[in-house]
């Protein structure tokens, strides 16, 4: 037997279409403010792109949750130069981070009890997860979040319970 090949950091994209883009960190780095707008410019601008051609991309609204790396000023100029919007919501709200509330909990589940033999693998898993959803999948996550973000105006700001 062979120990689980541990931690990696998943960054997702994605629309109602599906996913756009999965990018990963090296083991024992994190995610900063840079590493994310480096993530922002040179993949997910490409990424959108190829994955969606045709799409017209002039006023992007992007979801993401508000955790430092996304609320600092150098995130904040790298959407302005994409000509980019984020969405704005109370602080801590993973509920209102779709990845957070439709995407991790059933991808967590469909890997719960395998163990990988190296990161390859997992990566390998994630993707082979992410095409096999139904295409109502991301769809329905984006609705979703409407919902959401009905109970967290109602609640004024608080903690929605599922």
Known sequence: MQPSAGKLILTVFW?????????YRERGTTV???????ILKRELKSAVRSKRRGK???????????????????????????KWEAMEHPDYSPDLAPSDFHLFGPLENALRGRRFSCDDDVKSAVYQWLLTQ????????????VGRWEKCIAKQGDYIDK
């Not at 900063?32 to 480096?38: K, N």
């Open 56 to 82: 017209v991309w002039k006023e992007n609204l992007l979801l993401h949750d508000n955790a430092r790396r996304h609320t600092a000023a150098h995130t904040l100029e790298t959407l302005k130069q994409l």
């Open 32 to 38: 900063t403010s840079a590493t994310y707008c480096d």
């Open 134 to 145: 139904p295409k109502t999948f991301f769809a329905d996550g984006i609705k979703k979040s």
């Open 15 to 23: 629309d109602s279409q599906g996913p756009i883009l999965e990018t």
